[in-house]
């Protein structure tokens, strides 16, 4: 058992310098693919939503008021309040531009190395009879490919899923069933409360987590058949009273600044859209993710049957991934759930259900009887090769997208090599029979270990490292043209020019201009009238997509915002642009300005925009003819 025990050690260090270093490697190539080549310097770009984060966070460092540029409208347009303040202390430093672009996606890199970490330090702690499964968990979160890019470029998901990881973390030594009885308790408790009320002033809607935190516990304490609610009152305190108080503060402070108790964004996705419409736009979430989910139903009831009562991190890892699943269903997704990718809601989870899923096939390829032989494998394998065959299937049946038909192909074939597997007991008979006892127990793990973790970066990776080779990555072309154009806009208006966007993030930034937001986010008028809920196949290539509302982005009004708002310059249209003789009864033409762009090699561009009339704003010394 000793030599046992020095192996597991030292395969996870292995494991652990090996994760260590695909996060490394994975965040310097989405960081590199971002940048672009500047007449004497290295670029960098962050996903356009991030970037509006960042113009907030300038003009919080600059005026003390997050509002998007110093004379835009009195509107929080940023939900993540936290990372917005942490971004605005980034513009406190004496760094230029792109340093601090950089520097957001180093700090989101290290979030995750840390994440991994925790992750690793949550099964060991919490899971210490399947410790010989513990190799595989920091290797599955560093392959989480979805929640590296999204906080490698720009947001807040590295953060939170470190709170929440954390706060797991904390209380995963918990195995007594006698909550609160020490002095180490109420540190691990008093932890886990600060970790969450963390997570909540990052971004409000993790109050869910604390909700969700709170439940868990009750949940293990009911299992343990405690019949005194005394002993939850403690440790409910210190859980919830850190992240009331953070509440109570930022809504304090929102209410007094802004005169809104949720930030702008929330109004644009949940006001004036039915309550169905927006569970139904969730769902899509769950239908890209639908092998995930019937595989996570399918091992979390053996888990919570053979642990539920034996660590506290079970029941709380399950009602947590639950429960942020729910919200982001219940708000309707995300913006971008066309992309066969984890949103940046569940991404946050991501690293939780990935620790449930291996401690759960362990239980299965671990606790079955060794006269059984190679019956807990296939019973591992079977269910894994069904869902895989299921989910290449369902994503045959909806690939909206190149790289989808190419992941269902995949999910297909090893769902029939695992099944294959599986049937073949007599091959799975003449390993183990070549091996001793413990070996048969250690073979077994290894290999449901194995397919468990080619079934996650099939389907919770695919198609990004695909895309990330190809292309760079989600809208990584469109971020750099962005700002491109932003910088073109610069050059051809003065500094007290306000100029219309609906890509608004990179080209308002880089413009360093004032801004008119064509969609809801930073503009509360918008985010109150009612949705447009348009036929996406006018976009190409989506006519499948079962969405008929695009979150955050289905209201617009053209009238209200080019002829009443009466912008300088209007940088790009949503859907259903404004026909041309109703921008000119507004006032506007369309011109063509020739161009220097000093921070581009070979700056020369012209620059085609709509353009009021009469804006004095407008360097119309560099008009030249559109050509035709």
């Known amino acids: 058992m000793k030599d046992l025990g020095v192996q597991i050690v030292r395969s996870n260090r292995v494991s652990l310098l090996v994760s260590f270093a695909i996060v490394a490697f994975t965040s310097l190539l989405i960081t590199w693919r971002g940048s672009w080549r500047g007449s004497d310097f290295r670029g960098f770009s962050l996903f356009d939503d991030a970037m509006i984060n960042m113009g907030y966070a300038r003009t919080w460092s600059l005026t003390g008021t997050p509002t998007w540029h110093p004379d835009s409208q009195l509107i929080e347009g940023t939900t993540p309040t936290g990372y917005t303040f942490l971004m605005a202390g980034l513009h406190l430093l004496p760094l230029s531009t792109q340093s601090r672009i950089l520097l957001v996606s180093i700090l989101g890199a290290l979030f995750l190395t840390l994440v991994v970490w925790l992750s690793f330090l949550v099964f060991w702690r919490g899971f210490p009879q399947l ?53 180490f308790d109420r540190i691990s408790f008093g932890c886990a409360g600060l970790l969450l009320a963390l997570a909540v002033f990052v971004r409000q809607e993790q109050a869910v987590s604390v909700g969700a935190f709170v439940l868990g516990v009750i949940i293990y304490s009911w299992e343990k058949s405690w019949s005194s609610a005394k002993s939850l009152l403690a440790p409910g305190l210190l859980l919830i009273t850190p992240a009331l108080i953070v ?33 139904v736009a969730g769902l899509g979430e769950n239908w890209k993710l639908l092998p995930l989910i019937l595989l996570a139903l399918v091992l979390s009831w053996n888990l919570a049957r053979s642990y539920g009562r034996k660590t506290i991190v079970v029941w709380v890892m399950l009602v947590i991934v639950a429960a942020n699943w729910a919200y982001a269903i219940y708000t309707g997704g995300d913006a971008w759930d066309w992309y066969p990718m984890a949103n940046r809601f569940i991404s946050v989870v991501l690293p939780l259900l990935w620790i449930l899923l291996v401690a759960a096939v362990a239980v299965l390829a671990i606790e079955m009887n060794a006269v059984n032989g190679s019956s807990g494998t296939q019973r591992v394998l079977l269910a894994v090769g069904a869902t895989s065959v299921l989910a290449g299937v369902v994503i045959l049946l909806q690939a909206n997208y190149p790289t989808r038909v190419a992941s269902g192909v995949g999910l297909f074939a090893l769902g029939i090599l695992t099944i294959g597997l599986s049937i073949r007991r007599s091959l799975l008979q003449k390993i183990f029979k070549r091996k001793g006892q413990r070996s048969i127990g250690q073979t077994r793990l290894a290999l449901s270990l194995v397919v468990l973790l080619l079934f996650w970066v099939v389907i919770v990776d695919n198609p990004g490292y695909l895309d990330l080779a190809v292309r760079g990555g989600l809208h990584v072309q469109d971020d750099k043209r962005a700002i491109q154009s932003g910088l073109g806009l610069r050059e051809i208006t003065e500094p007290e020019a306000v100029i219309a966007h609906t890509w608004a993030g990179n080209p ?52 209200y915002s080019f002829n009443q708002l009466q912008p300088d310059v209007i940088a790009s249209f949503w859907l259903d642009p404004p026909a041309a003789t109703d921008l000119q009864e507004w006032g506007y033409e369309s011109k063509c300005f020739d161009v220097t762009i000093p921070e581009i090699e070979s700056g020369e561009t012209v620059v085609s925009a709509w353009v009021r009339s009469e804006s004095t704003r407008v360097r119309w010394d560099l008009e030249v003819p559109c050509a035709t």
């Open 131 to 183: 410790r010989r499964a513990s190799w595989v968990v920091p290797l599955g979160v560093s392959l989480t490919y979805p929640l590296i890019f999204w906080s490698v470029r720009g947001f807040e998901v590295g953060l939170i899923s470190l709170c929440l990881v954390g706060a797991v973390a904390c209380i995963s030594r918990e195995r007594t069933g006698r909550l609160f009885q020490t002095s």
């Open 247 to 279: 509440v109570i503060l930022v809504t304090t402070w929102r209410w007094a600044t802004f005169g809104q108790l949720f930030p702008n964004p929330f109004y644009a996705k949940v006001t004036s859209i039915s309550l169905e419409t927006r569970i």
């Open 508 to 559: 308002q930034y880089f413009s360093e201009r004032g801004a008119i937001d064509v969609l809801p986010r930073s503009d509360h008028v918008l985010s109150l009238t009612e949705p447009k809920c348009v036929d996406h196949s006018i976009w190409g290539g989506w006519s499948d997509w079962p969405r008929s509302c695009y979150p955050g982005h289905q209201k617009w009004d053209y009238e």
